[in-house]
């Protein structure tokens, strides 16, 4: 009698047990998540006229959980937030800019669960394909990693050209490499000190307490853009 009462109660307590256990197995299935795709492409050549077909191939696009064939992705050709095409799986074309200037094509990709990443690289489309470039700008204040800078920053660097061509040059500024804008565009400003030209410019209103990156862009007159390296900068406390 006592061995069939203490039976019941076992079999009573596997059967309590049994749901909340597939229950337990639920839970743990929903709490799954799905992760960022990564997005990557390479364009080829990077500086062209207005006759190059550049050769965009986004073919390295990946993503933990699905296959990169199932990724799609779509492009902003001229980064001017209107997408110019439709996602697809085709992940290589060409594309044939009409007009000189700077381009950052932007493209997103897509898994199946709709996470979206992106990203943007430059294209220089010049004039005239045998005015070689300026060389890079090289930096002469703030320095690099500098702290306890003011709101106000004076920017100062040099820079040649080959030809000797005119230039001209842009402040780009952010608080990420990602997030980098043009601040201030079509700079000519400069000193002579030691026989060179010194380039400069004056930004205002950095916040207190922020760090913030910085570039300078050197354009020539057949549109070729030479990118410096990117420093960095923090502001005093208040």
Known sequence: ?????????????????????FTHCIKEENNTFNHLPE???TVNPARGDNDTQFFFDASDVSDAEDPASELQVCWDLDNDGVYDTDFTTEKTF????GNTGIYFPLMLV????????????MIVVVSDLSNLPPSMPTYITPPNWQS????????????SDPENDSLTFDLWT????????PATTGITEFNMEDGQKVFQTTYAGFELKKTYYWQIFAKDVAG???AGPVWRFTTRPE
């Open 1 to 21: 009698m006592r061995e069939n009462l203490y039976c019941n109660r076992l079999f009573c307590i596997i059967l309590l047990a049994f749901p909340l256990m």
């Open 39 to 41: 997005a990557r492409y």
């Open 94 to 97: 060409t594309h044939q800019y």
């Open 110 to 121: 897509c898994d199946t669960k709709g996470m979206k990443d992106s990203v943007r690289h």
């Open 148 to 159: 306890w800078m003011e709101p106000e920053v004076i920017f100062k660097w040099t820079c």
């Open 174 to 181: 952010g608080r990420s490499t990602e997030a980098m804008l």
């Open 224 to 226: 070729n853009y030479t």
